[in-house]
């Protein structure tokens, strides 16, 4: 159980990010077309976990149009912007501000376990239910080489670290 805070005030979730150097946990996410995706479709690929609470929040906001900003950039990489908001959130969000280069995607079904496996689920406090900030990052082969559980909520994530581990 990762212990973060919430503008000062501790709260906790269900278990610590996946360890460097082992296999990302499986997945299934819904895209913001209510596609059903697993890690296994990004396979061959590095992929980058912007895993937050909300994209109504000014923080994870700034977060996604950050790691939209640096996608186009990464080869053979893919972002994926996690958080248990409705997929046609994600939608209106993304189109709103024109951003094309990061993947939306949400934990919307029951048996989806990501939040679980990737233990960024919040279990008290006032966002309980929804998703810590953390940064994962997989290389190639599915394994985790960089991992940041962000640790005050209200705290943007370390994009440069996050970016460093992928070249």
Do not use: W
């Not at 059903?36 to 976990?49: H, P, S």
């Not at 912007?81 to 951003?99: I, W």
Request: proline letters at 5%; a negative charge.
């Amino acid at each position: 159980m990762a212990k973060i805070t919430l503008q000062g005030n501790p709260i906790n979730t269900v278990g610590e990010l996946p360890q460097v150097g082992t296999k990302a946990p499986e997945f299934k996410l819904t895209t913001s077309e209510l596609a059903d995706v697993t890690l296994d479709a990004y396979k061959g690929k590095k992929v980058v976990l912007n895993i937050f609470p909300s994209l109504d929040t000014p923080v994870c906001a700034t977060s996604v149009r950050k790691f939209n900003a640096e996608a186009d950039k990464l080869e053979n990489t893919v972002v994926l912007c996690v958080s248990k908001d409705l997929p046609f959130a994600h939608q209106r969000f993304c189109a709103t501000e024109g951003l094309k280069n990061v993947v939306s995607v949400t934990e919307l079904r029951e048996d989806a376990g990501f939040s679980k496996a990737y233990g960024v689920g919040i279990v008290d406090g006032p966002l309980a239910g929804l998703m810590s900030r953390a940064v994962v990052v997989l290389n190639e082969e599915g394994n985790v080489v960089y991992k940041e559980q962000v640790p005050e909520i209200a705290q943007e994530p370390n994009y440069t670290e996050a970016l460093k581990a992928i070249k």
